[in-house]
């Protein structure tokens, strides 16, 4: 079993900076492939970046430019950096792992395990 804790949302004004972070336990963190989804009410959870076992990463477009993932496997944490924050990025943002390759990065429902997920709230 792979335990995800997400940390660091919060508040913060539009066209500000936040960075959310996520530490692994429970499996060797490299052999992990990990994505940031989020939701907010009333909508899906969608899919927001994802970095894999060689450090390739995806973006979806609404955070491409804004948004930076990245990992370090030493401290088995995956971060979120977000800059430039607007208001339709306030959601629940979740962090995901996935021990083997999949055919859809973005695709949630392809990811085994999640976070209990942390709040982030852009104001206008």
């Known amino acids: 079993q792979v335990q995800l804790v997400e940390s660091g949302g919060g508040l913060v004004q539009g066209g500000g900076s936040l960075r959310v972070s996520c530490v692994a336990s429970?499996?060797?963190?490299?052999?992990?492939?990990m994505g940031w989804f989020r939701q907010a009410p009333g909508k899906e959870r969608d899919f927001v970046a994802a970095?894999?076992?060689?450090?390739?990463?995806f973006y979806a477009d609404s955070v491409k430019g804004r948004f930076t993932i990245s990992r370090d496997n030493a401290k088995n944490t995956v971060y979120l950096q977000m800059n430039s924050l607007k208001p339709e990025d306030t959601a629940v943002y979740y962090c995901?792992?996935?021990?083997?390759?999949?055919?859809?990065?973005?695709?949630?429902?392809?990811?085994?395990?999640w976070g209990q997920g942390t709040q982030v709230t852009v104001s206008s």
């Open positions: 970095i894999w076992w060689a450090g390739t990463t």
């Open positions: 995901a792992a996935v021990a083997s390759h999949i055919a859809d990065y973005s695709s949630p429902r392809l990811y085994a395990y």
């Open positions: 429970g499996r060797t963190f490299s052999s992990l492939g």
